[in-house]
Structure formats: structure tokens, C-alpha cells
């Protein structure tokens, strides 16, 4: 993990029109037009240690507008399916009729301002502070959780998903929704990143995208912290956590805009078949076909689960589970 943060203050930069104060209480000042560094010493020192940071008003009202309004025409697309698809992941009690979309499948591909997000200036000043100057999207997905049934997202770390050389990737979860203990917010293992371990994610000799919490002796699922925060806030969680999430028992939707975030030479194992692809996911920085190896332990998701298309898929095979699952009733 690199943390290369400079700060910089007002005085070095007589020029500045809009000076910016940051949410965060010791925070730096920052200028409107280039946001050098957003995260404190103590937020830095929190992501090595916990592997997991939350940071409020990275986006305002303006923009949550803007996102929810095209998330609400990605949602109203559903009416025309009856199965997932390459862009829908359905709950079980999906009907045209009443849609019910878990998931929005890589928005990024199918929306130019889930671009315009991940490339704000203001998360990629925080993406710089936690991967390096040059970061690349990795893949990107739209979680949403229902009032009273949005599904649980067994115990995993993405890690086990998608393996690379080295492991300067995160997850940056946009906070579409107020998200509170009750809708199912991102539950977080501290410290589970630094543990020098891949959980198997198998189950019959077969990849399943959850870990058994039977065979976990080695964890207390009841340090689990959850991410919690105002709509407008971003969590940053490294691929290596083990995390979850329960079922959302509220009366409230909760959206996840997840971004899965690597630096540059972090190559995955898996996928990817032309540089032009590799190259076309870069968000700020150069591109590199050197990929940056590291000793980290990794088993690689294969064969593939015997359900595809998503995590709540994968996880179906799961007989062990941990939180959960309710349906809504129709
Ligand atoms: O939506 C959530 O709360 C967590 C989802 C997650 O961990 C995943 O999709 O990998």
C-alpha cells in the first residue's frame, strides 16, 4: 500500500480564487480546481491499519441528483426483463411488472456520468493518496438494497474475485442513499487486509464467492464495523478486507455505487485481452504494461461458480450461511 500524500497549504499558491474547505475537522485547505490532497494523516494511518476508511461530502446534492436521476432510468430498463441480463441482476422476486434490480451491471459502460464520478477531482485526489498517481478502473457495479429485502452479500474479500500482481486495489463505494446501521450498510473486518492469507472462497472443488464461516475460526465476525454515512459520502475499502453486508431490514432503499480501483501495475490474472481495454479503463495517470509483482497469496476463482452473473449468484451455493436472506413478498 502507498501512501505518498503531500500536502500542500494556501501559502503556497498565491494565486488561488476558490479556496474549499474539506468536511473532515483538521482537514487541509484545498482549491476548487485541483484538490491536492483531501485525507488527513490520521484517515491515511486509519486506511493502513483498518483497511477501510469512510469519507463524508466527497459529492454534493448537485451530483446526487444527477446520479440518482440516471440511475432511476437504468432502473425503469428492468420493466423489459424477465432474467438477469448483462446489466441486471434481479432479486428473486423480480416482475416486469414490479422491478426489482439487486444490481446494475458495470454502469460504467452504460452511462458516461458514472465516468464523470470516479474521475472527479475529489476522488481521484483520494484515489492518488491511497494507490499512486496512476490508477485504472477495474470494474464497476451498482448494489442496490430494498426497503425490507435488498440482499445480503455473504463474507468475501474481493481479492478472491479478481487476483493481480500486486494487491494497490480498493473498492470506493459511493453513498447514493443516507446509509445507516439498519439498510444494510458495508460491514468491514478491521485489520483483515494485512493478514497474509487468501479465505477459501470454494466449495465442492468449485469457486462460490463466499467464505464458509465455519471453516473462519480464525475470525470474529463480531468486530465487524459497518460503513455507515451520509448520501454524498465515498467508503474505501482494500481488496484484500473481508467484508459483508446484511440484508436491509429498513424502510429505506440503500445504493452502493461500487468502483473497484487499482494502480496502474497491478495487472490482473484473469481477464483482459487487448491493451486498448487495459488502457481505455485508466482514470488519472499512465498506463503500464509492467506489471508490478508482489508477494501475495492468491487462489485463483476456478473453476468457475456453478452460478454466474454475480456475487448474489455465486453465493447461492453457500450452504453455510452466515446472515440472513429475506424475500420480499409480493
Ligand atoms: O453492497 C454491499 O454492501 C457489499 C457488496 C460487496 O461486497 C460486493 O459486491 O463485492
Redesign the pocket.
Known amino acids: 500500500m502507498r501512501g505518498n500524500a503531500v500536502r500542500h497549504s494556501p501559502q503556497e499558491a498565491p494565486t488561488i480564487r476558490n479556496l474549499i474547505r474539506s468536511g473532515e475537522n483538521d482537514c487541509c485547505w484545498i482549491f476548487a480546481t485541483e484538490y491536492t490532497n483531501l485525507l488527513t494523516d490520521t484517515q491515511l494511518g486509519a486506511y493502513r491499519k483498518d483497511g477501510f476508511l469512510v469519507v463524508e461530502n466527497v459529492f454534493d446534492q448537485a451530483m446526487l441528483d444527477r446520479l440518482r436521476k440516471v440511475v432511476a432510468e437504468l432502473i425503469a430498463g428492468a420493466a423489459d426483463v424477465t432474467d438477469h441480463t448483462d446489466v441486471y441482476d434481479l432479486e428473486p422476486t423480480h416482475t416486469p411488472q414490479q422491478p426489482r434490480v439487486r ?1 446494475i451491471k458495470t454502469p460504467h459502460k452504460l452511462h458516461p456520468l458514472f465516468w464523470e464520478v470516479v474521475k472527479h477531482p475529489k476522488l481521484t485526489s483520494i484515489l492518488r493518496s491511497l494507490l499512486g498517481p496512476n490508477v485504472r478502473l477495474h470494474g464497476s ?1 451498482l ?1 442496490m ?1 430494498l426497503p425490507h429485502c435488498g440482499a445480503a ?1 455473504e463474507w ?1 474479500q ?1 481479492w478472491a ?1 479478481y487476483p493481480h500482481t500486486n494487491d494497490d486495489i480498493l ?1 470506493v ?1 459511493v453513498m447514493l442513499d443516507d446509509v445507516e446501521e439498519d439498510n ?4 468491514a473486518l478491521p485489520g483483515t487486509h494485512r493478514i497474509d492469507k487468501i479465505w477459501d472462497h470454494h466449495q465442492d472443488g468449485r469457486f462460490c464467492g463466499a467464505m464458509d464461516p465455519a471453516a473462519t475460526p480464525d475470525l470474529d465476525y463480531s468486530k465487524a464495523v459497518a460503513c455507515t454515512g451520509k448520501a454524498g459520502s465515498c467508503s474505501f ?1 482494500h481488496v484484500r478486507l473481508v ?3 446484511s440484508t436491509n431490514k429498513s424502510d429505506k432503499p ?1 445504493q ?1 455505487m ?1 468502483y473497484e480501483c487499482a494502480a496502474a501495475d497491478a495487472w490482473p490474472l484473469l481477464r483482459f485481452s487487448t491493451l486498448e481495454e487495459y488502457d481505455g479503463r485508466m482514470i488519472c495517470g499512465e498506463s503500464t504494461i509492467e506489471p508490478r509483482t508482489e508477494r501475495v497469496p492468491i487462489r485463483m476463482p476456478l473453476p468457475p461458480a456453478l452460478a454466474e452473473g ?2 448474489y449468484e455465486n453465493q447461492t451455493a453457500l450452504r453455510n450461511r452466515y446472515f440472513e436472506t429475506k424475500r420480499a413478498v409480493t
Not at 184 to 187: C, D, I, K, R
Open positions: 444490481r457495479k448494489n438494497k452479500v468475501h474481493d474475485f473498492a463505494g444494510g450498510p458495508l460491514l475499502h467484508h459483508g453486508s440503500r452502493l461500487l454475480s456475487i
